[in-house]
């Protein structure tokens, strides 16, 4: 199976800061990468696809890059509604596989 | 609207079974392959299942291949998980998921149910 290991755990940061959360596959899995966020009690939204589209609806201020085994989600101004935890899935090889996610909370 | 709504979840002992449906609207539901995907109480996501759009193909993960089956009913609209050999650790909750990409399990999923919550125990 291939794992995907996030980093960091959780960050601490404050509105207006820029974020970035890393994801790292086991093996490379070309761009078959999505981004998730997911609020406490609610189902996750896809944010990113394909490692770096950006789902419809989406803020712009969300991006996503990387190929192959080392892919990063950037929020480039952090928003209120934006505190909440973030998953990385790989689409490349099955099973399919999430991060352990990452939580973003408030400095 | 596009809209995944889950039913069947509920309190099951040891080594029973559980049928979840998810009734979906707003899309052309054969078109599009569909996962489970769920979430212990406090933990990440895990995905369950997959199956293509035709029904032809399905792939389970590890944790549940051999006590689980996938199916779909496209007249219906409707997914299922028939889960046997429940274990405590098959609690959580249970989500449905929509593929973004139209013929391939689980590359990106766009659209999620609410959910619902299986427990396991005696």
């Known amino acids: 199976d291939i794992q995907m290991t996030q980093s960091p755990s959780s960050v601490s940061a404050s509105v207006g800061d820029r974020v970035t959360i890393t994801c790292r596959a086991s093996?490379?899995?070309?761009?078959?990468l999505a981004w998730y966020q997911q609020k406490p009690g609610k189902a996750p939204k896809l944010l990113i696809y394909?490692?770096?589209s950006l789902e419809s609806g989406v803020p712009s201020r969300f991006s996503g890059s990387g190929s192959g085994t080392d892919f990063t989600l950037t929020i480039s101004s952090l928003q209120p509604e934006d505190f909440a935890t973030y998953y990385c899935?790989?689409?490349?090889?099955?099973?399919?596989?999430f991060g352990q996610g990452t939580k973003v909370e408030i400095k | 609207e596009v809209q995944l709504l889950e039913s069947g979840g509920g309190l099951v002992q040891p080594g029973g079974s559980l049928r979840l449906s998810c009734a979906a609207s707003g899309f052309t539901f054969s078109r599009h392959a569909m996962s489970w995907v769920r979430q212990a109480p406090g933990k990440g996501l895990e995905w369950v299942s997959g199956?293509?759009?035709?029904?032809?193909?399905?792939n389970y993960a590890d944790s549940v291949k051999g006590r689980s089956t996938i199916s779909r009913d496209n007249s219906k609209n409707t997914l299922y998980l028939e889960m046997n050999s429940l274990r405590a650790e098959d609690t959580a909750i249970y989500f449905c998921?929509?593929?973004?990409?139209?013929?391939?399990?689980?590359?990106?999923?766009?659209?999620w149910g609410q959910g619902t919550m299986v427990t396991v125990s005696s």
């Open positions: 998921a929509k593929d973004l990409v139209v013929l391939t399990v689980g590359r990106a999923f766009d659209v």
């Open positions: 199956i293509t759009g035709s029904g032809d193909s399905a």
């Open positions: 093996q490379g899995i070309s761009s078959w």
């Open positions: 899935q790989q689409g490349s090889n099955f099973p399919r596989t």
């Open positions: 394909g490692a770096s």
